[in-house]
């Protein structure tokens, strides 16, 4: 008996800890499936997102791309090294930036790998260059002008551009005076002439070379300088992020005071339609009363309102955010709440809000806001701004999407591409 009952708690044992190893073993690969995040920046991101600062002292980076192959490539607005364009690659897949080269000689804001080709801006124009099978530029020092000629007057100057699904593009011309004044009386232009060139959104075919204001057609009008544009696929419409006007206290003090100055006008963000009209000069949007303003310029005194012809923006923004990009994020890395939203990069900061340089995020569903925005990736700024010791670190002023769902992030200001994970 004594023989049999050993018998039985040795087999119990066993058991025991063969159900005992299992159990440890199921626990430990789950622990194991866990990804840890990483975060090597002083990047402040939400739970469960890792960042990498994976380009350091690029120059000033303004929008950049990420190729099919994963290669990145970023503008400059100014020369670097005598070249505009960068090309960082990671040649053995291990998310570390490996070789960087540098090409062209036409510095500017906009780059785009698009059906082939790698698209790119100067601030005049639009040029690209051939991609062979394997998504890699043929020959860097042979670019095709696509168009020519656009109005360059040395000030919000920048030409971004997106493209649809049909072979368009469509390329912004900010107006290079804030309110339209008349140099001399310092009244508004009546009419503003600058809208015949500028101020708007003009669209052109992508295919088609050597193209002039002449071959092409004023898509929208009366934005001041969109410089964040991209195309929802969703509603197959042009969105765009618009920079409000400025120096309402210095040109009206009767009129606003310099907290008004600091607050007013919006920000703006825009569904555009073919021959919206969105204002500028003549009103401007104010989010605190969420109204139409008439511009002083015109006859507007800060509360008359006006412009009934004119869209209002599906979202504001408080004053001189300075909305450099707009990126819908069509990935499947990130949780599903972030599918189709939309992500934008505020290159500028609010001095009453002492908030600023961030990245923000705008829930969607079918193509509409479903939400108020939010801010997703902070401290670009690298300093309390509320009371600021110390030099600026980082501006963000382009988005990218690349082929596995990660975001990349464009710093004009310390040279940095940034890349964020989930």
């Known amino acids: 008996m004594k023989t049999k009952h050993t018998s039985s708690t040795l087999l119990s044992l066993l058991i025991l800890f063969a159900s005992t190893t299992v159990f440890v073993q199921c626990k430990s690969e789950t622990k194991e499936a866990v990804k840890e995040t990483v975060n ?31 290669d990145i490539y970023a503008n400059r607005k100014a020369l670097k090294d005598g070249k505009a364009i960068v090309a960082l690659k990671d040649n053995n897949n291990d998310g570390k930036i490996d070789s960087q080269e540098n090409f062209g000689e036409l510095p500017g804001t906009e780059v785009l790998v698009k059906n ?21 530029i ?58 015949d060139s500028a101020a708007g959104i003009w669209k052109f075919r992508a295919d088609k070379l050597n193209q002039t204001y002449a071959d092409g057609s004023r898509y929208v009008t009366g934005l001041k300088n969109p410089v964040g544009l ?50 500028w000069p003549y009103t401007y949007y104010d989010h605190i009363q969420k109204a139409r303003i008439v511009s002083p310029e015109y006859g507007g005194d800060g509360k008359k309102t006006g412009g009934e012809d004119a869209i209002d923006p599906i979202m504001a923004f408080p004053a001189h955010y300075g909305p450099n990009d707009v990126l819908f994020y069509t990935g499947d890395m990130f949780p599903e709440r972030y599918k189709n939203g939309a992500f934008i990069a505020f290159h500028g900061q609010n001095k009453t809000l002492s908030k600023g340089y961030f990245v923000a995020f705008i829930p969607f569903e079918n193509g509409k806001p479903t939400g108020k925005w939010e801010v997703f990736l902070d401290n ?38 940034f890349k964020v994970t989930y």
Not at 55 to 68: E, M, N, Q, S
Not at 257 to 271: G, I, S, V
């Open 138 to 195: 043929i020959d860097t020092n042979a670019p095709e002008q696509i168009v020519g000629g656009l109005i360059d007057m040395g000030r919000d100057n920048a030409k971004p551009f997106t493209m649809d699904g049909k072979g368009n593009i469509y390329v912004t011309v900010g107006s290079w005076n804030d309110p339209c004044r008349d140099a001399e009386d310092k009244t508004g232009m009546n009419p503003c002439t600058i809208l």
């Open 40 to 70: 090597e920046t002083n990047l402040i991101a939400p739970d469960g997102f890792s960042v990498f600062e994976i380009g350091k002292d690029l120059g000033a980076v303004r929008h950049l791309t990420v190729a099919p192959n994963g």
């Open 116 to 136: 082939d080709y790698l698209y790119a801006s100067s601030n005049s124009g639009i040029y690209r260059y051939k991609m062979n099978a394997d998504h890699e």
């Open 230 to 279: 991209d195309w929802n696929t969703q509603n197959n419409s042009l969105f765009a992020t618009d920079h409000g006007r400025g120096k309402l206290h210095l040109y009206y003090p009767d009129l606003y005071t310099q907290q008004q100055d600091n607050d007013l006008p919006a920000e703006t963000f825009y569904e555009l339609k073919e021959n919206d009209n969105a204002g």
């Open 380 to 417: 670009f700024a690298g300093i309390n701004l509320a009371n600021p010791q110390g030099e600026l670190q980082h501006r963000p002023c382009g988005l990218a999407q690349g082929p596995d769902g990660a975001l990349y992030i464009a710093d004009d200001h310390g040279g940095s591409i």
